[in-house]
């Protein structure tokens, strides 16, 4: 069943086109990995799934939703959507257990009870649950990466999207990161990943997309794309990538 | 020349009777203006045009003209209009203006601090307009407001000398009254500037320590 | 509502408000100057490593910051005489302002001179340079930088000051107005054209001010 489906979309930033042209369908239980040189627009396209960023044409549509400027489409999209950001953007005001429980009683419309429950079961799934009255500046960059994803999982959308997730992580907290990722994506959410990773990516990935310069260069299954490219400009990046 | 210590005693009470006024007067004016600024300052900040146009324009109107013009323009030139306002509140309108003018500033400064991601969460949790503003920015935005507003209210406090200019009652206006009677210009003036010191020190004290106590924060 | 506008009034006295705002562009210059001066003398007061000198520049700063301007004019206009110092209205009304943006000024600058890195001092150092040329030829320019925003705002607040030594009778751009009004009660365009002066000569303020900015940021 396809969740995403994006035909010919293009963006651009004033004189700078970050998307040239992009179209992509992503099924139901998929997780798709996008990997290229920065500047590829790979953070773009993620962003503008959930309308963090306005397309200038084209057609974006999240489970049978068009994505349009309308408020309501926005709104629904942005509820079946979850993000995870490189910079985590926990609330630092508020703490751990009131992060991943704010949106749920004031978007979902949940009772406080209810959505303590589901933010205490989060917090055990993601290995952290000790931390609930934490605040976020008491926690390590991993904590409050995962702090982030139960927040993002909080309001169960269908869809979770991740920009680079570890990439502002130091290397000994990334594994903690990815193996909540890997549950995620064995248990069949849908996951559009940004990520450097590649070993995650090999282990994880059904589909693997190569961008660059705003289009998409190649995809295949991880064992296709990185062991066989079949574009040069791939195989350029991933030797540079791998070493 | 003597130091008159003798006639300081004497009219100590009247000076002070001033400064009930002084506080009264800042106090007004930094509640209108708070309020009032926070409007103009997300009105600022806002991607609707009929909104950011006049308050771009009310703000820099307020900010880059002196305190005393304003007093005369509203105090002398309203009652062209007939408007004719009192001596404080006219110096009241003028300086809520001010501190409207310099609050909206200060608003629009701290949300633009926040880091982009604060906003991108909020929205891709689903969060509207209001419940972004209401439950993540401006709690933040607030914390960020509180060293400039704290030397806001310091600054009103000394300019609402300025209202002696147009005759308002307060401690400067006391001081210029018992200075009529007395002739003793440097003695009074030492005490009023005292007074205002021993009123306006504490709070830019507090004031470094709530800056330096938040650097520690977030 | 018989008020009849009469913008008129301002072309016929316009000598006399070009008059008032040269004297105010004038004394807003020398003050900014001696400003200036003043402001490094305290920030390096309150950074050396004399604790009598804190002790001085903290006690400048915090008198005139926390005391109202109007009141200092008052003080060295009115009061001094009494001491048997009497100076002009002009001398009175700069040292006023000299001293007062010179206290804001102190902080500014100060806080630029903390926030230069350590780094740069020890390699001036090593590299044999003496302390006043240190400060001369490595923090002073590196302060002005990081200070230039701030500083830019004192400026702009001098400025506005300026009108307070209208109550001392200095023929600048507010006692032009007050002092017309008196005669012709032509309140509404009077207080509207100076209102206007000042937003012209606070906006030039701030222009060059960024103008300044992005020509030192080129130099890094």
């Known amino acids: ?137 008491q926690l390590s960059g991993g904590q409050q990466q995962r702090v982030a994803i139960a927040r993002a999982l909080a309001m169960q959308p269908k869809i979770m999207l991740f920009d680079e997730p570890t990439s502002a992580l130091d290397p000994e907290m990334i594994g903690e990161v990815l193996d909540v990722m890997k549950n995620l994506a064995r248990e069949g959410m849908t996951m559009v990943v940004v990520s450097h990773e590649m070993g995650f990516a090999k282990e994880v990935a059904d589909r693997v997309i190569f961008m660059d310069e705003g289009k998409i260069v190649e995809e295949g299954t991880p064992d296709q794309l990185f062991n066989n490219p079949r574009e040069e400009r791939t195989r350029v990046f991933l030797s540079k990538v791998l070493k | 020349m003597m130091f008159d210590f003798d006639v300081i005693a004497k009219n100590l009470p009247y000076l002070l009777s001033g400064v009930k006024f002084t506080l009264a007067l800042a106090c007004l004016v930094i509640v209108i203006g708070t ?23 009310i703000v820099e109107l307020t900010r880059d003209t002196p305190i005393i013009m304003q007093m005369f323009f509203i105090f002398f030139g309203l009652p062209a209009l007939g408007i004719r306002l009192k ?36 929205k891709s949790l689903g969060m509207n307009y209001f419940q972004m503003m209401i439950y993540v920015i ?9 060293p400039p507003m704290m030397g806001l209210f310091t600054t009103l406090i000394k300019d609402t000398s300025l209202a002696a200019i147009i005759g308002a009652f307060e401690l400067t206006r006391a001081g210029q009254e ?37 650097v520690t924060g977030y | 509502m018989g008020y009849q506008l009469d913008p008129y009034i301002i072309v016929k ?55 109202p301007l109007l009141i200092q004019i008052f003080i060295i206009f009115f009061g001094l005489p009494g001491l048997g110092i009497k100076l002009s209205p002009y001398i009175s009304g700069l040292t006023a302002l000299v001293l007062y943006v010179g206290a804001y000024n102190t902080e500014v600058i100060r806080a630029g001179l903390e926030a230069i890195p350590k780094g740069q001092v020890e390699a001036a150092k090593s590299l044999g340079l003496t302390g006043v040329q240190t400060f001369r030829y490595v923090m002073l320019p590196q302060t002005f930088r990081i200070s230039l925003p701030a500083l830019g705002n004192n400026w702009v607040a001098l400025v506005k000051n300026s009108s307070l030594v209208s109550v001392i009778g200095m023929v600048e751009l507010t006692w032009v107005a007050y002092d017309l009004n008196a005669l012709t009660f032509r309140s509404f365009e009077l207080f509207g054209a100076a209102t206007l002066f000042y937003l012209l000569l606070i906006f030039i303020l701030t222009n060059i001010q960024s103008f300044v900015e992005k020509r030192f940021a080129y130099r890094t």
């Open chain 2, 87 to 122: 001596t404080f509140p006219s110096a009241a309108l003028a300086m809520s203006f001010f501190a409207a003018g310099n609050t909206a500033e200060i608003v629009r400064g701290a949300i633009s601090s926040l880091p982009a991601g604060q906003f991108d969460a909020a």
């Open chain 1, 1 to 137: 069943m396809v969740m995403i489906e994006v035909k010919d979309i293009h963006k651009s930033f004033g004189k700078v086109k970050a998307l040239n042209g992009v179209s992509c369908t992503i099924q139901k239980g998929e997780v798709v990995v996008i990997i290229g040189p920065s500047g590829s627009g790979k953070s773009t396209f993620l962003r503008c799934l959930n309308h963090l960023e306005k397309i200038d044409h084209g057609t974006i549509i999240i489970d049978r939703i068009p994505l349009t400027d309308s408020k309501t489409h926005i709104h629904k999209v942005r509820e079946e959507i979850g993000m995870v950001f490189q910079q985590f953007n926990l609330f630092p005001h508020l703490s751990v257990l009131r992060n991943i429980t704010l949106a749920q009683i004031k978007v979902r419309k949940r009772s406080s009870e209810e959505a303590e429950q589901i933010a205490r079961n989060l917090l055990d799934k993601v290995g952290i649950p000790e931390k609930a009255d934490n605040y976020p500046f």
């Open chain 3, 13 to 67: 006295h316009l000598p006399l408000f070009l008059k008032g705002v040269f004297l105010t562009v004038e004394i807003s210059f020398f003050a900014i100057l001696l400003g200036l001066a003043i402001g490094i003398l305290g920030a390096v007061a309150r950074t050396s490593r004399f604790k009598i000198l804190h002790i001085i520049g903290a006690s400048y700063v915090e008198v005139f910051r926390n005391t």
């Open chain 2, 178 to 214: 018992v200075i009529e009677r007395t002739f003793r210009s440097l003695e009074i003036y030492l005490v009023v500037a005292a007074i205002y010191f021993i009123i306006c020190y504490p709070l830019s004290y507090y004031t470094r320590k709530v800056e330096k106590a938040r």
């Open chain 2, 35 to 57: 309020f009032l600024g926070i409007v103009l300052g997300l009105s600022k900040l806002s991607k609707n045009r009929i909104l950011r146009y006049p308050a771009n324009f």
């Open chain 2, 138 to 146: 401006i709690p933040q935005a607030l914390r960020r407001m509180m």
